[in-house]
């Protein structure tokens, strides 16, 4: 089972890197156009929009160009505006990169691969994102509540849009598969021991969280953020009443790849 759903996360991020990745072609009058460069001449510039990638083949003066970034990262200088030299380089306030593929490193301390894809909103103060995780450990720890698979649906706010070093929050929810082992033992009136009973307990729980993290975007295409978040979980498939609804927390530091 493990197998398959990891079959359909991959495919699921090979099918968005091959729909969100663009070039992007910054005119002198101060418009942007999202594209796919064909040709770079020189003195003429073919490409088609991103989003009509089978409609017709554009042509454009380089004389009518400031910069080209494309989709790995990379970018070229075609004129140097008199008044605009900070255009020349990447600007991650404007030219930020909306996708992103995270590794939750922090969780393999939880006993969990996890990760997630997020998409960043045009004007760059709000992103959805979409965590998995899948629990490779949950037969070793008998004493605690261990997480077998989960997913859900997390909004991101950037109150200061994107750029190189960010603060952003926001909720997340999460609906999973939990499990409980552990031996329980019953005594006497006397404090005597008088049975002991393993009991292993599986089944649905859900968790919400309010996510508060910093952000570091070195580069257009790499990030890493480190992640603090606080909520409460139910399971109430659980062992005691009182674990039923419990607060949590969780810590993560993502390392992300960004399209």
């Known amino acids: 089972m493990q197998k398959t759903i990891l079959s359909i996360i991959v495919l699921f991020f090979i099918f968005n890197m091959a729909s969100f990745s663009q070039d992007i072609i910054y005119k002198r009058d101060g418009s942007k156009e ?4 064909f040709l770079v001449a020189e003195k003429k510039i073919q490409y088609k929009k991103f989003n009509n ?4 083949l554009y042509e454009i003066d380089k004389k009518d160009i400031l910069l080209i970034t ?8 075609i004129n140097k505006a008199e008044n605009d030299v900070h255009l020349t380089k990447p600007d991650l306030t404007k030219n930020f990169a909306r996708n992103l593929i995270s590794y939750h490193l922090f969780d393999l301390v939880f006993g969990d691969f996890a990760f997630s894809y997020e998409r960043i909103l045009s004007n760059g103060q709000v992103g959805f994102k979409v965590p998995i995780a899948i629990g490779y450990d949950y037969y070793s720890d008998l004493y605690n509540f261990n997480n077998v698979f989960y997913s859900g649906l ?15 929050m926001g909720p997340q929810v999460q609906i999973g598969i939990g499990q409980e082992n552990e031996w329980i033992y019953y005594y006497d009136d006397y404090g005597n021991n008088v049975s002991d009973q393993y009991v292993e307990t599986e089944g649905i729980y859900t968790r919400f969280f309010v996510d508060n993290g910093v952000m570091f975007v070195p580069v257009r295409n790499f990030s890493i953020a480190a992640i603090a978040s606080i909520g409460i979980r139910y399971f109430p498939q659980a062992t005691y009443n009182n674990d039923v609804v419990r607060t949590d927390g969780h810590f993560a530091i993502n390392i992300s790849y960004r399209f």
């Open 34 to 37: 999202e594209a796919k460069v």
């Open 70 to 77: 494309y989709e790995n990262g990379d970018y070229e200088t």
């Open 154 to 168: 997390g909004v991101n706010f950037y109150p200061t849009g994107q750029g190189k070093w960010r603060y952003f």
């Open 53 to 56: 990638q089978e409609g017709p």
